[in-house]
Nanobody, 119 residues
Framework: QVQLVESGGGLVQPGGSLRLSCAAT????????MGWYRQAPGKQRELVAL???????NYADSVKGRFTISRDNAKRTVLLQMNSLKPEDAAVYYC?????????????WGQGTQVTVSS
């Protein structure tokens, strides 16, 4: 059974930091590109950060220089370090695992973790 379990969300003041973690089970972790997405109320889900199976990274312009994505293949986890948080970063953050296997697109999602940025 495939599971992506996020943790680390919560309430933080503007300018503060949080570290989100996503633990994966049931997949061959090192063949998957891993991403963090977020969705704020009334808005579409958007890509925040991506780390490929080769550990190349890509970030949304809005988080560049503030967020860092990393992965630990041995621990089957992906982290999102979020610094200098802004109220507009508030959203539900979702972990995503994506791969192409034998020509088939495989896509898994976690249940999400809430990030609230407020004074």
């Amino acid at each position: 059974q495939v599971q992506l379990v996020e943790s680390g969300g919560g309430l933080v003041q503007p300018g503060g930091s949080l570290r989100l973690s996503c633990a994966a089970t049931g997949i061959i972790f090192n063949i998957f590109d891993m991403g963090w997405y977020r969705q704020a109320p009334g808005k579409q889900r958007e890509l925040v950060a991506l780390i490929t199976k080769g550990s190349n990274t890509n970030y949304a312009d809005s988080v560049k220089g503030r967020f860092t994505i990393s992965r630990d293949n041995a621990k089957r986890t992906v982290l999102l370090q979020m610094n200098s948080l802004k109220p507009e970063d508030a959203a539900v953050y979702y972990c995503n695992a994506r791969a192409v296997v034998l020509g088939n697109n495989i896509d898994y999602w976690g249940q999400g973790t809430q990030v609230t940025v407020s004074s």
